[in-house]
């Protein structure tokens, strides 16, 4: 078993080719006789960990389903998996389908392999204990993304098991593990990181005590809907979720001015609660690529753009202003009355509206993945954003959980677990809000209305493709139907009216080829 981790460790690095936080601990020093020992062997183990989240946010690629929802949409002729998404067309050959359900077991047979032997290593024990609790996290972390998405999927938890080897465990049995794995990763994490490589500004850039709370409490609020329908989890969620808020000094979180949040000047902030940091030092690799969401005539790939009655739906206020981008450059003869000349895009321009005929998609798109700092790639400002050939890369870093979930899912979890809202459910709710620019909540709401509240307003701040994504909350609420019957008509048309067949992806049909055992899940 030791070599065969080895082995996957060894294939980790030369396939992911790391460099960055961890960097400093060369590969050379594992062999079989001495790894892994001590602490420094830990700290090692731990790269070719992180470097999967690297690859896994390589690009827009993992997040297509994502537009079953309705607040994105394609209708892009090229990278048709965008709109295979969009429609429900997916089918179980896309090799988009292979990355997200692949590269999740390969950050579990990592994390698999750290758990298995950080008891048997030397050092500082505090340091040995970190590292293991980032693992527990971390696996916890890829089973709720096969469960969410795939449904009841093989569940390795030993060194050298394989998911190509082992039937389907049940949805509970898969979030018992999850639930056992963040507790775990609860106490053996620290509040704060302070190791050099592990932090940025005085923030922890891996996961803390204060991540596997917060992903606790999460995992608990989507157990109350679709398809376990636990009720019982509402209070759990608000107790874990509020064990965060209350100590949100300790863990450094915060929001984030809403002029700030998607400016992509900030490597890190503190409405991080667990992300994934591009290490500019490479600039080798793409991070949610700006050109896949913006327009064509402004050198994007329009793979994927808002729905026009989401955006139309979207309450107005500055949070409209930094989700969405709403003009468009239309290339025109430089004679043309309001015309300007752009470098990067070599030729004359005018800025019309989303809804202009002259425009190729006639759709609003949106602005979270757009900008990068001048050190590390992507546009620079709306004043001079047109994207040439170099700029597919993006030196975007990406949160996976942001504050401002933490504070939802209280609110939602704290109502529904007491029978109404409270004062402390209004309050997190209405920080969100209040940073929207929206009026808060009108009291006296009853305890469904209140859901409802939170429910959409998770919507409008999460919208547009984020890791924290609407279509997970179109399951938990059994929405999907009813949220794709109120389609523009300049979408594009759905392969079929989606049901619950729709609500879990495909296995890959490589997987099932290579294991017997593996059947596709059907959502009833």
Sequence with gaps: KLSYSLLLLIVCFTTFSCSGYLDEHSKDSMNASTYPKTDADMVTAMSPMWWVTMKFTSGDDPTFFFLGADDATSNVPANTYFRDGDIFNISDGLSQITYDWQLPYKGIQISNFIIAHYADCTGDQNLINNCAGQAYFMRAWWYYWLIKFFGPCPMPLKEGETDAEMTQSSVEDVYAQIISDLQKAEELMPAKQTRSEWVYNGMSLVPTQGSAKSLLASVYLQMTGWPLKDASKYALAAAKAKEVIDNESTYGYGLVDINKLWDGIDMWDEETVFGHAYNWKTGDYTMRTPKAGAPIEEGGWACYMAEINFFKNFPEGPRKKVTFQTDIWVPVSKDTEGAFYNERGKGWFIDV????????????????????????????????????????????????????????????????????PDASAYAAINRVRERAGLDDLAAGMSASDFQTACFNERGWEFAGNEYCSRWADLLRFEKVESANSNRDSREYILNHTPTKADYYLPIPAYDKNMNPNLHDNIGN
């Design 353 to 420: 509206s989303w809804d202009d005929p002259r425009t190729e998609k006639q759709h609003p798109y949106f602005c979270k993945q757009r900008f990068g700092s001048e050190t590390r790639g992507g546009s620079l400002s709306w004043e001079d954003r047109y994207l040439d050939g170099s700029m597919w890369r993006s030196g975007r870093s990406q949160r996976f959980i942001r504050y401002a979930e933490v504070l939802l899912v209280y609110a939602e979890a704290e109502c529904m677990a007491k029978g109404g």
